[in-house]
T-cell receptor, first 116, second 113 residues
C-alpha cells in the first residue's frame, strides 16, 4: 500500500524568507503523480503544484518549486519570498498513474505560519 | 467557469438522522471523488464515481454510507443513522478523466450532535 509521510507537524517562516516543507512516500509503482495542496483557514483545498514521476525536471509554479528525489522517494516543497497569504496547512499527496486507481493518498499535513 | 460546488456548506444532524451531501463537478468533468477529513488529519479517500458507475469504493465504511452519481444531477454522498464519529469535513473533487488532476470543492462540514 502506498503511504505518504509528513513528519513535521508545524513550521514557521519570516515573511520574504524561504521555507522548505518535507514529504516522503512509499510505493512500489514506477509511474505516479505527486502533489502539494494548500488548505487555508477557509478549509478549501487548493492545488499548489504537481509533479509527474517520469519527469526528471522539478516542477515550478511562480514562488513554489519542488525537489523531487525519486530514488529517495522524497518530494519537498520550497516556498520562496514567503507571504502572509501562504499561511495554511500544506498536504503532500500521491496518486498512481493509471486512471482506474485514481484515488489520492494524503499525508497528515503541516501547518505553516508566516511571521510578519 | 464555475468550480466544484458542494452543498450544504454546513450541516447539523442529530444522532440517528440521515445526512445527504451534494457535489456538482466542474463543467466538463465526469469523474467525482469523495474524501473525508477528520479534525487535525489529512484527507482520506472514500469513493470514486463516474456517471452511473462506482469505480472504486474501497474507502467507504461498509455500513450506513452510500454514494451515487446519476446521469443527471449532482453526486450524492448519503450517510444513514449518523453517529458522532461521522462529524468531519467531507470534500468532493472532480476531474475530466481518471488520470487528470483533481479539483476540490469547498467541502461540507457535518456536525452530529
Amino acid at each position: 500500500a502506498q503511504t505518504v509521510t509528513q513528519s513535521q507537524p508545524e513550521m514557521s517562516v519570516q515573511e520574504a524568507e524561504t521555507v522548505t516543507l518535507s514529504c516522503t512516500y512509499d510505493t512500489s509503482e514506477s509511474d505516479y503523480y505527486l502533489f502539494w495542496y494548500k488548505q487555508p483557514p477557509s478549509r478549501q483545498m487548493i492545488l499548489v503544484i504537481r509533479q509527474e514521476a517520469y519527469k526528471q525536471q522539478n516542477a515550478t509554479e511562480n514562488r513554489f518549486s519542488v525537489n523531487f528525489q525519486k530514488a529517495a522517494k522524497s518530494f519537498s516543497l520550497k516556498i520562496s519570498d514567503s507571504q502572509l497569504g501562504d499561511a495554511a496547512m500544506y498536504f503532500c499527496a500521491y496518486r498512481i498513474f493509471t486512471g482506474a486507481n485514481s484515488k489520492l493518498t494524503f499525508g497528515k499535513g503541516i501547518t505553516l505560519s508566516v511571521r510578519p | 467557469n464555475a468550480g466544484v460546488m458542494q452543498n450544504p456548506r454546513h450541516l447539523v444532524r442529530r444522532r440517528g438522522q440521515e445526512a445527504r451531501l451534494r457535489c456538482s463537478p466542474m463543467k466538463g468533468h465526469s469523474h467525482v471523488y469523495w474524501y473525508r477529513q477528520l479534525p487535525e488529519e489529512g484527507l482520506k479517500f472514500m469513493v470514486y464515481l463516474q456517471k452511473e458507475n462506482i469505480i472504486d469504493e474501497s474507502g467507504m465504511p461498509k455500513e450506513r454510507f452510500s454514494a451515487e452519481f446519476p446521469k443527471e444531477g449532482p453526486s450524492i454522498l448519503r450517510i444513514q443513522q449518523v453517529v458522532r464519529g461521522d462529524s468531519a469535513a467531507y470534500f468532493c473533487a472532480s476531474s475530466m478523466t481518471g488520470g487528470e488532476t483533481q479539483y476540490f470543492g469547498p467541502g461540507t462540514r457535518l456536525l452530529v450532535l
